[in-house]
C-alpha cells in the first residue's frame, strides 16, 4: 500500500514539475513557439519521457494554461474590506501582477484556440471572465443583476484585458497608473450606463458615498470636475 | 478576346455570387455551423461547382470574412462634419447597422481563427480594428499619438465590440442606448486618461467646448453632475 501511495504521488509530482516548467516557459515565449523538447530540456527530462505524463503537447499545455486560468480567476477573491475602490485598486494589483509574470502565456490565452495550441482556450478563459464576474458582483452587492450592471461589469473586465495587452506592448505606461485609471473607468463606466438604470446607479452612489477623501473615487470625482 | 473578358466576368460574378450566400449564411448561423453543402444549395449550384470558383472552403469562408471585415472597417469612415459627439454617434449608428446584419458572422470574426475556419482571422480583425483606430484619431486631430491618447482609443474599440457581442446575446437593451452609451462612455474614458495626460485633456477639451446643449457629450456631463 505504502509503495503504491508513494508511486502516485510522484507520478503527480513529476506531472507538477512538467506544468511548472510549461508555465515557466509560456512566461518568456508563446506557447505556439515553445517545443516539447525545449519543456524537456528545462525539466532536465527526456522527450519521450514528458509524453509518459502528459500522453501529448496539447495535453501537457492545456494543464498549463489551465491552471495559469486557475491563477488568474483567483486574483480576482477579495476581502469585503474597505471602499469598492480600495478593494478593485487590490484587485487590479494582483491582476497586473498575474500578467507581469505570465506576459506571452496571458497574451496567448486572450488569443484563444490556435495559439495555445488547445481547442478548450476559449472555454478556459471564458471561465475566468466568469470568475470575475461573480466576484465583482459579490462586492457591489448585487444578487440578480440586471443587463445595464451586468453589461458594466462585463465591459470593464474587457477594458482591464485590453489594458493589460496593451501595457505588455512596450509597457510604455508605468503599470500603477494603469491599475488606478482601471479603477477610475469603472466608476466611470457606472456613471454614464447609472443615467439609465437605477440599478447601476444606486451601485454608483454607494460607492462614492462610503470612499474616504483620499480613496480612488474621491481623486477621480475632483479630477473629472477639473477636466469638465 | 470579347469570350475571354465575359467569361472572366462570369467568373468574378460566380464568385461574387458565392461570398454573398456565405456572408447570407454566416448571418444567421456561426461559419462552423455552416457547410459547403449548405452554401451550394442556397447558390443553387452543385458541390463541386462550388470547388470550381474556390480551391477549399477555407479560401471561400476567408474570402466572405474578408469581405465583412472590410465592410465593418469601412463603417468607421465619417466626414468631419458636426461636433465629435455627433460623428461618433452617426459611426456607432452603422456600426450596430453592421452587427445586427451579420450577427454570427460578426461574432465568429472577434472569436478568431478556428471559428471562422482560417489562419488569418486574427490579422483580418486586427486590420479591422488598425483602421477603426486611425479613423477616430483623425477625428481627434492626433497627428502621432502618445501612449495614453492610443490606450484610450484601443480601449475604446475594444469596448465597443463587448457591448455589441453583450447585445447580440438576447439584445436585451435596445441597440440605440447602447450607441450613444458608447459615446458617452468614449469621454468618460478621455477623462479618466486627461488627468494623467496633457494630450488627452486637450482632446477632452476641444470635444466638450464645440458641443451644443443637446448633443451627446453635453447630456453626458449633465448626468455625470446629477448622480455625483
Same mark, same amino acid.
Not at 39 to 64: C, M, N, Q, W
Not at 69 to 77: I, M, T
Not at 134 to 155: A, F, K, N, T
Given at each position: ?10 507520478v503527480?509530482?513529476r506531472?507538477?514539475?512538467?506544468i511548472?516548467v510549461?508555465?515557466?516557459q509560456?512566461?518568456h515565449r508563446?506557447?505556439?513557439e515553445?517545443?516539447?523538447d525545449d ?6 527530462i527526456?522527450?519521450?519521457l514528458?509524453?509518459?505524463y ?13 491552471r495559469a486560468a486557475d491563477?488568474?480567476?483567483?486574483r480576482?477573491v ?5 471602499s469598492?475602490g480600495t478593494?478593485?485598486l487590490?484587485?487590479?494589483g ?16 486572450l =488569443?484563444?484556440?490556435?495559439? +495555445?495550441g /488547445?481547442?478548450?482556450a476559449? !472555454?478556459m478563459i ?5 470568475a470575475?464576474? *461573480?466576484?465583482?458582483?459579490h462586492h ?7 443587463? =445595464?450592471?451586468?453589461?458594466? +461589469?462585463? /465591459?470593464?473586465i474587457?477594458? !482591464?484585458?485590453?489594458?493589460?495587452l496593451t501595457?505588455?506592448?512596450? *509597457?510604455?505606461?508605468?503599470r500603477a497608473e494603469?491599475e488606478?485609471?482601471l479603477v477610475h473607468s469603472f466608476?466611470a463606466l457606472?456613471?454614464?450606463s ?15 458615498a462610503?470612499?474616504r477623501?483620499?480613496?480612488p473615487?474621491?481623486?477621480?470625482v ?5 477636466t469638465v
Amino acid at each position: 500500500m505504502t509503495t503504491v501511495v508513494r508511486r502516485r504521488m510522484g507520478v503527480e509530482e513529476r506531472r507538477e514539475q512538467l506544468i511548472a516548467v510549461a508555465l515557466e516557459q509560456f512566461s518568456h515565449r508563446s506557447p505556439d513557439e515553445v517545443s516539447v523538447d525545449d519543456i524537456a530540456t528545462a525539466a532536465g527530462i527526456s522527450r519521450p519521457l514528458v509524453y509518459h505524463y502528459f500522453p501529448g503537447k496539447d495535453s501537457l499545455y492545456e494543464a498549463a494554461v489551465r491552471r495559469a486560468a486557475d491563477e488568474l480567476a483567483n486574483r480576482f477573491v477579495e476581502p469585503r474590506e474597505g471602499s469598492l475602490g480600495t478593494r478593485l485598486l487590490r484587485v487590479m494589483g494582483r491582476y497586473f501582477d498575474f500578467v507581469d509574470e505570465h506576459g506571452p502565456g496571458f497574451a496567448a490565452l486572450l =488569443r484563444g484556440g490556435r495559439t +495555445v495550441g /488547445s481547442e478548450n482556450a476559449d !472555454a478556459m478563459i471564458d471561465d475566468v471572465r466568469e470568475a470575475a464576474y *461573480r466576484q465583482i458582483m459579490h462586492h457591489l452587492e448585487v444578487d440578480d443583476p440586471g443587463p =445595464r450592471i451586468s453589461l458594466v +461589469v462585463r /465591459s470593464w473586465i474587457g477594458l !482591464a484585458e485590453t489594458t493589460a495587452l496593451t501595457w505588455l506592448d512596450g *509597457r510604455r505606461i508605468p503599470r500603477a497608473e494603469l491599475e488606478l485609471q482601471l479603477v477610475h473607468s469603472f466608476l466611470a463606466l457606472a456613471s454614464v450606463s447609472a443615467a439609465q438604470d437605477e440599478e447601476t446607479a444606486r451601485v454608483v452612489r454607494r460607492a462614492v458615498a462610503e470612499e474616504r477623501p483620499d480613496s480612488p473615487f474621491s481623486e477621480l470625482v475632483a479630477q473629472l470636475t477639473a477636466t469638465v
